[in-house]
């Protein structure tokens, strides 16, 4: 297989009751629930995390298309939820993403930054199909 990442992202429990030590190629991340879920809010959730990959992944995407084009635009914004609904008996999520561009640009440019942020790595996994195999270590 030709894995995306050099290393596999890993986590472990601590004793802490929703504290995980999530371990990457160059650190380690904290997460946490909330406090109202019963954790004491140390890190970001599983949904901000999840969240926080595609407002990264859009923001990096536009970035390197914007450079490539030479335009000159000075600030972006991107802030992204989720919520779930029911429709005909099945949860689908929906995950809204909102981009701010920092200055007035015209209406071409704004539709094809649209169209790259949409292209972006994260949000084309998101949209694909996903299979996650769950296999025990031994």
């Known amino acids: 297989m030709n894995y995306i990442l050099e290393s596999p992202v890993k986590g472990a ?4 009751k929703h504290k995980t030590d999530i371990h990457w190629r160059n650190g380690v991340l904290i997460t946490d629930e909330p406090e109202k ?7 970001p959730d599983p949904y901000t995390l999840l ?3 595609l407002v990264a992944c859009t923001l990096a995407t536009l970035r390197m298309y914007i450079e490539h084009k030479g335009l000159s635009i000075s600030g972006i914004e991107v802030e992204a939820n989720i919520f779930y609904k029911i429709e ?3 949860t689908i999520a929906y995950i809204e993403r909102k981009i701010e561009f920092g200055e007035q640009l015209s209406p071409e440019i704004e539709q094809r930054l649209l169209r790259v942020a949409e292209n ?3 949000s084309k996994t998101l949209k694909g199909n996903i299979n996650i195999s769950t296999e025990l270590i031994k």
């Open 51 to 53: 969240l926080a990959s």
């Open 120 to 122: 972006c790595p994260i």
């Open 88 to 90: 005909n008996k099945e």
């Open 13 to 16: 429990l601590g004793t802490q």
């Open 37 to 43: 879920l019963g954790g004491k809010d140390l890190g």
